[in-house]
T-cell receptor
């Protein structure tokens, strides 16, 4: 089992829709969870961090964590074409471990 | 402004040659990391360091070496033993391994290494 798993996509949504990105992880001892956005050819940038079960909202972004199910998700409301990028889920083990990323395409 | 500087942006390596990628940070972060990214893939951890003069291997350390002589600097050497070095290399730093601050792990702009 891979340590951090994401659907590679592409996930295609129309402008204004909700995009839902999912991630599962294998290490039950993981304590910190992050979502990074990466545009093609660029370095990752932090969007959301979440440490406890439940939801965390920041603007159009909501991160959800369920430690019992070992599941993290990211919802993007009112998706914009500028949200088109690869979204990387990352989980702390000793250092930060990344999934392979989900490519999101938002069409106008 | 504080940040992480990686150089060079592009690097070309001949077969059998060692090359060194530079990473400098002025964020006063204790922990620094090197990741490798291949096309369509996530980031894989090469080495990390929590403190000066100490570092640990990540998941894909073979063919790479690092040093941490100063808090601000964490250079990565890609040796001739790394048989497939063509990739995008990213340096990152954080206050500690947990990354539990509003900035998480902060990344440099990357070095794209190509074998010629």
């Amino acid at each position: 089992q891979k340590e951090v798993e994401q659907n590679s996509g592409p996930l295609s949504v129309p402008e204004g829709a909700i995009a839902s990105l999912n991630c599962t992880y294998s290490d039950r001892g993981s304590q910190s969870f992050f979502w990074y956005r990466q545009y093609s050819g660029k370095s990752p940038e932090l969007i959301m961090s979440i440490y406890s079960n439940g939801d965390k909202e920041d603007g159009r972004f909501t991160a959800q964590l369920n430690k019992a199910s070992q599941y993290v998700s990211l919802l993007i409301r009112d998706s914009q074409p500028s949200d088109s990028a690869t979204y990387l889920c990352a989980v702390t083990k000793t250092a930060l471990i990344f999934g392979k990323g989900t490519t999101l395409s938002v069409s106008s | 402004d504080g940040g992480i500087t990686q150089s060079p942006k592009y690097l070309f390596r001949k077969e059998g040659q060692n090359v060194t990628l530079s990473c400098e940070q002025n964020l006063n972060h204790d922990a620094m990391y090197w990741y490798r990214q291949d096309p369509g893939q996530g980031l894989r951890l090469i080495y990390y360091s929590q403190i000066v003069n100490d570092f640990q291997k990540g998941d894909i350390a073979e063919g790479y070496s690092v040093s941490r002589e100063k808090k601000e600097s964490f250079p990565l050497t890609v040796t001739s033993a790394q048989k497939n070095p063509t990739a995008f290399y990213l340096c990152a730093s954080s206050i500690d391994l947990s990354g539990r601050t509003r900035y998480g792990y902060t990344f440099g702009s990357g070095t794209r290494l190509t074998v010629v």
